[in-house]
């Protein structure tokens, strides 16, 4: 191969730099301390809580039986591997299964936490205050509320994370459809939507709960139905303000389809007001999960939830950790978010210029 060809090759996999525009942008976003760490810890805390499994678990990592390897958090084995009398899935916290793992010069690399949201610590009472084998005590079952936590955290996260994309894509859809072809489609949608805004909805999910068994994505798909309406006047407006300047007119004269238009042209435009929005949407569906569970129109029982911890704090008065644990978790997640909602709005402000 030449050294042109070459040139030319490691050039497409260059990194291109950022337009001017979105240079200011990052400069502005960095600019605002505050949203700017924010977004580091709350990604540090998003990713580590990916990875619970290896965090707090009553599996070990890592297992080794008469020279062999096993990976207990990532496969279930059965007792019998490990010379037991069961077929079904071995407890390792059990003094019986240890034991016959140490009898084979085997070790186990346990997590930081050795409980699961699920396990139940036999070993201390109900709601027993924090100490080193529970580092925020146990809830009202016997289970490790730290464990609880890191896991209520990742479903939160990524039940909002979840609703809101799927929320934006329909809103800014039905925004851009309104926007720029007016008329009678816009007032039918308009209209709709008014409608459709006055639907009860916690009534709504009541009725739902009493029928059937919310799961996680039953709840996405009934707060979906609602969620997608808060970014349509946004679009709508940007798509009403621009569908007639001269680069759009320009654009039809040259024969664009109305979709080319639409979402080449000018939904880079309304992007700028939807990604000043998001954060906040991302907020209010982590909020409304964490009502709902603290309601009891939920996740299902046993489920990790940060609403289902604060409704432990709410009727366990004598055990201040649960409340205060919830507390503190949600203060601090919607705290995060919302300054991180502040960086990306100054970040998209044409009127801010950093130097």
Same mark, same amino acid.
């Given at each position: ?6 040139? !030319?090759?490691? &050039? ?25 760490? =924010? ?35 990532? +496969? ?20 019986? +299964? ?12 346990? $997590? ?16 027993? $205050? ?7 005590? !146990? ?5 490790? +509320? ?129 990604? !000043?929005?998001? $954060?906040?949407?991302?907020? =209010? =569906?982590?909020?409304?999960? !964490? ?11 046993? =489920?990790? &939830? ?50």
């Amino acid at each position: 191969m030449s050294d042109a060809a070459t040139a !030319t090759l490691f &050039s497409r996999f260059r990194r291109r730099p950022l337009s001017p525009i979105n240079q200011r942008r990052w400069r502005n976003f960095k600019a605002n301390k505050r949203g700017y760490w =924010s977004l580091w810890i709350f990604s540090v805390l998003f990713v580590l809580s990916l990875f619970a499994e290896f965090i707090a678990n009553d599996r070990p990592i890592l297992l080794t039986y008469n020279g062999d390897v096993y990976f207990p958090v990532l +496969v279930s084995y059965p007792e019998t591997t490990f010379g037991g009398e069961f077929e079904t899935t071995a407890d390792y916290r059990d003094p019986f +299964v240890q034991e016959l793992i140490r009898d084979a010069g085997g070790i186990m690399v346990w $997590p930081l936490i050795e409980y699961s949201y699920r396990t139940i610590n036999l070993n201390r009472r109900a709601t027993s $205050p924090p100490s080193a084998d529970n580092w925020l005590g !146990t809830d009202d079952q016997g289970r490790d +509320v730290a464990a609880r936590l890191i896991y209520g955290f990742r479903i939160s996260v990524l039940f909002g994370l979840t609703l809101t994309f799927f929320s934006s894509i329909i809103g800014v859809t039905a925004g851009a459809l309104q926007g720029y072809f007016g008329g009678w489609t816009d007032l039918l949608g308009q209209r709709f939507i008014e409608i459709w805004t006055s639907v009860p909805q916690l009534y709504l999910l009541i009725i739902i709960a009493s029928i059937i068994e919310p799961s996680f994505w039953i709840l996405l798909g009934i707060l979906l139905l609602f969620s997608w309406v808060a970014l349509v006047g946004v679009v709508r407006a940007e798509f009403l303000r621009a569908r007639n300047f001269e680069y759009v007119n320009a654009a039809r004269a040259m024969g664009l389809g109305n979709g080319k238009i639409m979402f080449r042209h000018l939904l880079p435009n309304a992007m700028v007001a939807t990604l !000043t929005f998001m $954060p906040f949407i991302l907020n =209010s =569906s982590i909020t409304t999960l !964490t009502a709902l569970d603290f309601l009891g129109f939920g996740l299902p029982p046993g =489920s990790p &939830s940060l609403g289902e911890l604060l409704q432990q704090g709410k009727a366990n008065l004598q055990a201040p950790w649960l409340g205060l644990t919830g507390f503190f978790a949600i203060a601090t997640m919607l705290s995060l978010l919302i300054f991180i909602g502040e960086a990306v709005r100054d970040a998209f402000d044409p009127r801010k210029v950093m130097r």
